[in-house]
C-alpha cells in the first residue's frame, strides 16, 4: 500500500507543500529524499523526530529552518521600539 505524505518547508514568503507517495514502511528520511530536501531538524505534527522514524500514512513531515534570531532577544528589541 502507497503512503500519502506531506512535506511542508515554511518559507517566510509562505509555505511549500510537497505532496508525495511513498511506499509501505518509507522513513523521514525517504521522504526529504524524494522531495529533494536536505535538512537536519524536521518533525511530525508539530513534534520532532529523527529521520529513520517510519511514516504512517497521512503523515505531515514539517521542515524546521534554524532560527535567525533568539526570540527573547526578538522581542527585546521589538520592545524597545
Do not use: N
Not at 522513513?27 to 524536521?42: E, G, M, P
Amino acid at each position: 500500500m502507497a503512503l500519502r505524505i506531506e512535506v511542508v518547508y515554511a518559507q517566510p514568503d509562505g509555505a511549500q507543500v510537497i505532496e508525495l507517495r511513498l511506499a509501505d514502511g518509507a522513513t523521514v528520511a525517504d521522504a526529504l529524499t524524494a522531495a529533494a530536501i536536505r535538512t537536519q531538524r524536521v518533525g511530525i505534527f508539530g513534534k520532532t523526530v529523527k529521520p529513520d522514524r517510519r511514516l504512517a500514512d497521512g503523515d505531515r513531515v514539517e521542515v524546521y529552518r534554524p532560527l535567525r534570531m533568539d526570540p527573547k532577544e526578538a522581542r527585546r528589541r521589538r520592545a524597545r521600539r
